[in-house]
């Protein structure tokens, strides 16, 4: 098992949680011992883990801070690799994304006629992605402006 796991963790990163999910059907000491290990071996690292899901899903999937800080604690990430991986954001890259993300939203509500609901629509979206109110506040009164 240790050596499939390290095959694993040799191919992309993995934090503890996602091994230990891995290792499930093993005893629990053995399960700890095979993560233990790969730990120690650096192949796997939380902090490390937590700076590539970070980077990756803010450039790539257009997420906000707030969805990546959940995901990344139901993963079972500590707060200050959290807080660490957030930081390293690029944020140029990761406001161009969102606003990306937002005005493909706001073009695609292009054909609702009630503006509330239009607005309502907007934000619950908006929010779902991660982003604050108030990012999303002025990316909105620009939207409309236009």
Do not use: H
Not at 17 to 29: F, G, H, M, V
Not at 30 to 44: D, F, K, P, Q, R
Not at 109 to 136: M, V, W
Request: glycine share 8%; charged share 35%.
């Amino acid at each position: 098992m240790l050596l499939r796991m390290t095959r694993l963790c040799s191919m992309r990163e993995y934090c503890r949680s996602e091994i230990r999910r891995k290792l499930a059907a093993l005893p629990e000491s053995e399960a700890e011992e095979i993560v233990g290990m790969l730990c120690s071996e650096g192949y796997v690292d939380d902090r490390r883990y937590a700076r590539a899901f970070a980077r990756d899903k803010s450039a790539l999937q257009g997420w906000g801070n707030l969805k990546i800080k959940l995901a990344l604690q139901r993963k079972g990430i500590g707060e200050a690799d959290i807080a660490a991986a957030i930081a390293e954001i690029d944020s140029e890259a990761a406001g161009a994304k969102k606003e990306q993300v937002l005005r493909a939203k706001w073009n695609a509500l292009s054909g609702e006629t009630d503006p509330a609901r239009k607005q309502a629509r907007f934000f619950r979206y908006a929010l779902g992605r991660g982003f604050g109110y108030e990012e999303i506040k002025r990316i909105y009164d620009y939207l409309r402006r236009d």
